[in-house]
């Protein structure tokens, strides 16, 4: 019993350090949203140019035959990021953990988000994205890692997930990658 409180205790200590960064600071506001809502499609966009890019692909005398080529890298990183999302949607079904912003009041989010938050949706995406990356490309896929940090800190900030929903998110997307390579391999 006192694992479970000092976990409920740390989980929303954690979460009100990043939740207090918001509504103080009008470009703090901005740029919350900015990484929390709109940064993950340019993640997205990035990391598919750099999947086309990094193999030549548009230097090519014939760009289509090596897109053919190399059309596996570029499916296998976006599948595996999309299967780790609809996982993370069925076990929001399942697990049915609030949102902050429901559980508390006080709590006022800086961008509107529906359904259950455990585990988000966004870290899940993201960290199987940069795991996938990482499993191909180490050094990029560091910086993928960054990002995926990035844009769930930012959704802690924002009010919409507990630093659990971000984590678990983390472990799953991560678990997912790995599990995809390990697949693989075999």
Same mark, same amino acid.
């Given at each position: 019993?006192?694992?479970?409180?000092?976990?409920?205790?740390?989980?929303?200590?954690?979460?009100?350090?990043?939740?207090?960064?918001? /509504?103080?600071?009008?470009?703090?506001?901005?740029?919350?949203?900015?990484?929390?809502?709109?940064?993950?499609?340019?993640?997205?966009?990035?990391?598919?140019?750099?999947?086309?890019?990094? /193999?030549?692909?548009?230097?090519?005398?014939?760009? +289509?035959?090596?897109?053919?080529?190399?059309?596996?890298?570029?499916?296998?990183?976006?599948?595996?990021?999309?299967?780790?999302?609809?996982?993370?949607?069925?076990?929001?079904?399942?697990? /049915?953990?609030?949102?902050?912003?429901?559980?508390?009041?006080?709590?006022?989010?800086?961008?509107?988000?529906?359904?259950?938050?455990?585990?988000?949706? !966004?870290?899940?995406?993201?960290?199987?994205?940069?795991?996938?990356?990482?499993?191909?490309?180490?050094?990029?896929?560091?910086?993928?890692?960054?990002?995926?940090?990035?844009?769930?800190?930012?959704?802690?900030?924002?009010?919409? !997930?507990?630093?659990?929903?971000?984590?678990?998110?983390?472990?799953?997307?991560?678990?997912?990658? +790995?599990?995809?390579?390990?697949?693989?391999?075999?």
């Amino acid at each position: 019993m006192i694992l479970f409180w000092y976990n409920v205790f740390m989980n929303n200590s954690i979460f009100f350090f990043f939740y207090d960064l918001a /509504h103080k600071s009008e470009l703090v506001d901005k740029f919350i949203i900015l990484a929390a809502v709109y940064f993950p499609y340019i993640v997205i966009i990035i990391a598919g140019l750099f999947l086309l890019f990094h /193999h030549e692909v548009f230097k090519a005398e014939s760009p +289509y035959t090596v897109f053919l080529q190399k059309k596996k890298e570029i499916l296998l990183v976006f599948i595996t990021s999309g299967a780790a999302w609809v996982i993370s949607k069925i076990l929001k079904v399942l697990i /049915h953990i609030d949102r902050p912003f429901v559980a508390m009041p006080d709590v006022i989010p800086l961008f509107p988000e529906t359904g259950f938050a455990f585990p988000s949706g !966004h870290a899940t995406f993201f960290m199987a994205l940069a795991f996938s990356i990482l499993f191909l490309h180490k050094r990029v896929g560091y910086i993928f890692i960054g990002f995926a940090i990035l844009i769930g800190l930012a959704r802690i900030a924002g009010g919409v !997930h507990y630093p659990v929903d971000i984590l678990g998110g983390f472990v799953l997307g991560a678990l997912v990658a +790995y599990s995809v390579k390990k697949y693989r391999m075999a």
